[in-house]
């Protein structure tokens, strides 16, 4: 089960097409009120967390979840 929060952050992902393995950059206030949910679903195996401060990408997992996840 998600968190609203976790939520939010897969949809963000939805709002911009990505697929696995393509990074999202989130940043300042965006990256602070989601950081949590960033953190839960990176230690779920929903997102990789990349080098590149702020920045995730969807896992084959966390690409079928996104697509779950409601508007």
Known sequence: MLSPSEKSVLRTFRQFLLTPGKM???FGPNLEKHKAALQKL??????VKEDFKGAYSLTPAGFEL??????
């Open 24 to 26: 999202l950059c989130f």
């Open 42 to 47: 990176t230690d779920k195996d929903f997102l």
């Open 66 to 71: 996104m697509k779950t996840c409601g508007k």
